[in-house]
């Protein structure tokens, strides 16, 4: 396959539909990025890397992961929009995106911001003018859409270093330098047409790896229910972690002697949170499908990790933790057929 970069402040595509991103502002207000506090000198290029201490602790103008914080809270410190001026907001530019299904959120970081559109594609955008610095097409093989379908949602982006890193629609991860938008690294995770799976969702950064859940295909399998962190550095796979258990396994007890092949569509799909100080990944699972699975080893087993919160070791992987959170209980007349 092949992967193409524009050089920076390329010209915007012609492809690109109706859907657009827009900035305002208060007037007088600056969005110029402060350095960090203790930064270490910047490169020649005026990039500098993003640590682990960044992302556990980012600067107030600064949003560099998925929610901001590793907690997932989402919430911004900045206090300069507040109820006495959000009425004076006004447009200052807008810029379109690619088409497709939009869930983006930008990344916010040294004056850029870093833009997942729909489809593996990746902007750089001055976030002052609206200019685009980069932009990353990724090039898909021809018979993906087959295996994964057509789902074109790109959730969310991870920063680390000087590498805008996310997961593919052709199931690999891979990294961009931030500043020229050129690949730096890429790994596959699962052979789509063996085990395909879905990344609409993309990493976050926990302890210097990448760290990534994925919906799975029924047709994929249990090897493709995987939750998986890469050296966030390299690229090099550090460990993955099944979402269901093979016999033999913790929790085989659990799904009534279904035979393995048939443990599936427990997915790993929306983006993790994680805690520094006690070093554990948190993320949840799907249901099973297209069973559910009263239909499978009955309503009396558990069908371990499916619709759980799982806490995993940031180093191994390991559960270390998990939450059902429907538990099993005799469905109730009526219920089963509504939908
Ligand atoms: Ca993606």
């Known amino acids: 396959m092949s992967q193409t970069s524009s050089p920076p402040f390329a010209a915007p595509p012609d492809s690109v539909a109706g859907f657009v991103i827009a900035t305002a502002v208060v007037a007088g207000m600056s969005l110029a990025t402060p350095a960090p506090a203790g930064a270490q000198q910047p490169p020649p290029d005026g990039f500098a ?18 929610r901001r914080t590793p907690d997932g809270w989402g919430y911004s410190p900045l206090d300069q929009v507040n109820r006495g001026n959000v009425g004076d907001l006004r447009l200052v530019w807008t810029r379109a ?39 990353y097409r ?3 093989p021809d018979d993906v859409e087959e295996f994964v379908g057509n789902l074109t949602t790109n959730r969310n982006i991870a920063i680390y270093g000087r590498h805008v ?51 799975c295909m029924p047709r994929g399998g249990p090897d493709a229910c995987v ?13 993955r972690r099944r979402t269901v258990p093979a016999p033999g396994e913790p929790g085989d007890e659990t799904w009534g002697g279904i035979p393995f092949e048939e443990r599936v569509h427990v997915g790993s799909w929306m983006a993790p949170s994680y805690d520094p100080a006690l070093g554990l990944v948190y ?19 558990q069908h371990l990790y499916h619709n759980s919160t799982l806490a995993l070791d940031v180093d191994t992987g390991e559960i270390r933790w998990y939450w059902v959170q429907i538990e099993n209980t005799a469905p109730k007349p009526g219920v089963l057929g509504a939908s």
């Open 97 to 135: 995106l690619t088409a497709g299904s939009q869930e983006g959120t930008p990344l916010a970081y040294g004056g850029a911001l870093y833009m997942p559109n729909p489809g593996d594609v990746i902007q750089a955008i001055d976030a002052v003018t609206g200019d685009l610095r980069w932009e």
């Open 138 to 140: 990724r090039d898909s």
């Open 227 to 239: 939750i998986t962190a890469h050296d966030a550095t390299t690229g090099e796979e550090v460990w």
């Open 283 to 301: 993320i949840g699972t799907s249901v099973t499908s297209p069973a559910p699975k009263f239909l499978l080893g009955g309503v009396e087993n």
């Open 165 to 215: 890193i996310d997961t593919s629609v052709d199931n690999h991860v891979f990294a961009l330098d931030a500043v020229t938008g050129e690949l730096a690294w890429e790994t596959p995770i699962l052979d789509y047409r063996k085990n395909p799976a879905r990344h609409s969702s993309g990493p976050i950064i926990a302890d210097g790896k990448v760290v990534s859940g994925r919906s």
């Open 49 to 66: 890397p993003v640590t682990d201490a960044m992302l556990e602790d980012p600067a107030p103008a600064d949003w560099l992961t998925w």
